[in-house]
T-cell receptor, first 112, second 117 residues
């Protein structure tokens, strides 16, 4: 079945460090891929998405490229800020409805 | 625009009881999905409703059920509660479109935290 595997945390980085959170997927068909973020005290919200192979999603300085050959959708940011501290979830959806498969989440803490 | 509203926010039940959770989607959203979030399993899809019809269903036992009303509000019910049902239950709505490939965005509520004793 469809599934997402993402890097386990927690991850602690200093401000301005480079961030990579790995995400790989297994899916039948041609899924769309997403990163959702949950800031402290807030609900889950969409960070970025890519709907086909080689697409790059980007938002708030974060980027992720849909790599079909490696079934990956790694999240990257060149210079993290304290305000990026949150839990990040990789997700996929492979059907025409809104059935999403989420990874277990990676907690990121950025220290000044 | 009001967000996704879930009630109650917190509740405590004992084994064997049943519980009903409510979700009011964002105005104009017709798709409502439910997820169970636990520390061990993460977010797991329960079911999705669209225009009062169940469109997708996850791998949960029949004790978990849901429905959607004509105003798009949704309820989920868990009968014969077990300790393992303790979790945060999240509701998400999605704007109209041809499906996830067009909108790709779920708008989540803050969840209903269920504790089963």
């Amino acid at each position: 079945g469809d599934s997402v595997t993402q890097m386990e945390g927690p991850v602690t980085l200093s401000e301005e460090a480079f961030l990579t959170i790995n995400c790989t997927y297994t899916a039948t068909g041609y899924p769309s891929l997403f990163w959702y973020v949950q800031y402290p005290g807030e609900g889950l919200q969409l960070l970025l998405k890519a709907t086909k192979a080689d697409d790059k999603g980007s938002n708030k300085g974060f980027e992720a490229t849909y790599r079909k050959e490696t079934t990956s959708f790694h999240l990257e940011k060149g210079s993290v800020q304290v305000s990026d501290s949150a839990v990040y979830f990789c997700a996929l959806s492979a059907n025409t409805g809104n059935q999403f498969y989420f990874g277990t989440g990676t907690s990121l803490t950025v220290i000044p | 625009k009001a967000g996704v509203t879930q009630t109650p926010r917190y509740l405590i039940k004992t084994r064997g009881q049943q519980v009903t959770l409510s979700c009011s989607p964002i105005s104009g959203h017709r798709s409502v999905s439910w997820y169970q979030q636990t520390p061990g399993q993460g977010l797991q899809f329960l079911f999705e409703y669209f225009s009062e019809t169940q469109r997708n269903k996850g791998n949960f036992p029949g004790r978990f059920s849901g429905r959607q009303f004509s105003n798009s509000r949704s309820e989920m019910n868990v009968s014969t509660l077990e300790l393992g049902d303790s979790a945060l239950y999240l509701c998400a709505s999605s704007p109209p479109g041809a499906g996830v490939k067009d909108t790709g965005e779920l708008f989540f509520g803050e969840g209903s935290r269920l504790t089963v004793l």
